[in-house]
């Protein structure tokens, strides 16, 4: 039976959280007519609302704000006769499309029941035989145009049938849930949310190459995520899910959880399976792919956890249904972890073709503390900045690809006026610096070369020789790195240089940080004329930087000033300026 869910969540930040006594009030409202079999209410840690007071979310589409006392059981009243409350604070949601997170938050991720109460294994059933062949169900999978969630896009009915066509006596699947991007936790949240969706994608998956063993390569930082998927595991041992002769047919399949220690490389094809075997984590150049030479030089199909859990939604629903959704090339939905100076944080599910306004606006609830939107950053650290004036785009692999950026796995990170193109650029370019194995010299002192110069131009040492260096260095970059690490490492500094070269050049040439971002840039002074004496900055000036008396009045002397801010934070009167 389907059951409409309902998020509970008080949102507000003065009083006592009251999530409790609503949830309970809920209950109460549901049991007086009877609904509570056919109403789920879940008390939810994020409901992508702050500060709105209590927040009741109706799935899928209606979320209703500042909700008091009084209105509960008209909420309750507006699900028996499925039409939202008139006059009450609500908004509807009509641009996100739940697939991948058809079951987040539905059913209890621990519970096999409640997975396959709602269609689970349905999908492989009709699999194993209604299509009966790997040919056919590979078909189903070209019909819909699924491509790669883990980054590159690759349509994922090409890699299965690559390593179908490979004759072996043994073949490998495997699950990617490395998810090293800064910011990003889509496929962290799946595994939590919905871990039967994703074994099923892998049996089907398995299936459908002629794999018997599958292995769910997941960070050990991720240990709720492990739980999940072992349970999973476990049950479908036991329910004849998984083993042998799965369902009475004659399909084989077996699946086991590997950890990753938690290294941005090991996301690599050729990383993750090195580290699989046991090996030290580091990629080694392809062709060979893994659909010919895997795991233990078998062919392997390598995943994405996203990309998985749409598969029995296709099977189920038909090809041509989920090819119905998104944009001429990039079909269906994509989910995004939707963070940066947003209102309405939060993982979000939007068909492809969705513009980037819609996103932030629409669905994210636009900028925090009203600020001006500056850009979007995409693709983590193998993309890019995507400025303002390009909001209209609508959201797939090749718009973005055009706009300098890329869909990567999905982190999605929105910046302000306050935001500075420079310190972004360096910010990525640390972490790929930090996360390089060293294995390859273009990336192992690509990326310390960059870093050292965008340094340099943060610090105001800059020379404007340094852009064309930076430039050199990324094409270096791109064309001689071994992996994907390094190839696209650059990408945020091409991407920022594209479109922010003036704040480079007046970072160099007039060692000013527009933004005010750049610490060292940065000088503090006391203005007199606001000042009222009450000298709390200097009380909080840890470097002692800040001399004077209540009759002479105060100054900042820059050469001890450490430019923490905090005299401009504390001072009430904003008689400090930063410059
Ligand atoms: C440095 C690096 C890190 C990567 N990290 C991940 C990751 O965390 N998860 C993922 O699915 N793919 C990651 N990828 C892409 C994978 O190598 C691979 O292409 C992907 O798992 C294939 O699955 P898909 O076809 O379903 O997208 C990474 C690639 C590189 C170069
Ligand atoms: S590009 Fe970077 S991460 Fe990839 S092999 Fe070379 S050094 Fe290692
Ligand atoms: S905190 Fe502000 S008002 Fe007080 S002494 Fe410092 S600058 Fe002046
Ligand atoms: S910025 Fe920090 S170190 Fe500098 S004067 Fe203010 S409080 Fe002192």
Redesign the pocket.
Known sequence: MDRNIVYIKDTGILQPDRTKDVYAAFLNGLRDRGMQDSVMAVRVADIGAYNQGVVIKVLPDTTYYNVKDADINRIVDSIKEGKAVQGLAARKEPKQLRIVLRNCGVVDPDNIDDYLARDGYQALKKVLFDLKTPEKTIDEIKKSGLRGRGGAGYPTWMKWNFAKQMVSDQKYVICNGDEGDPGAYMDRSVLEGDPYSVVEGMMIAGFSVGATMGYFYIRAEYPLAVDRVQNAIDRCYERGLLGKNILGSNFNFGLEIRLGAGAFVCGEETALIASIEGRRGTPHPRPPYPSVKGLWEKPTVINNVETLANVPYIILKGGDVFARVGTATSKGTKVFALTGKIKNSGLVEVPMGTTIREIVFDVGGGIFNNKAIKAIQTGGPSGGVIPKDFLNTPVDYENLQKLGSIMGSGGMIVMDEDDCMVDIARFYQRFCFEESCGKCSPCRIGTAQMLNTLSKIAEGMGELSDLDNLRRISQAMQKAALCGLGQTAPNPVVSTLRYYQDEYEVHIINKKCPSKKCRNLLSYK?IPE?????????MNCEAKAITGNKDDG?VINMDKCVRCGK?FE????K??SKE
Do not use: E, N
């Open positions: 006391i606001k000042c009222k004496r009450c000298s709390v900055c200097m105060y005299c504390v001072c009430k009167f008689a400090v």
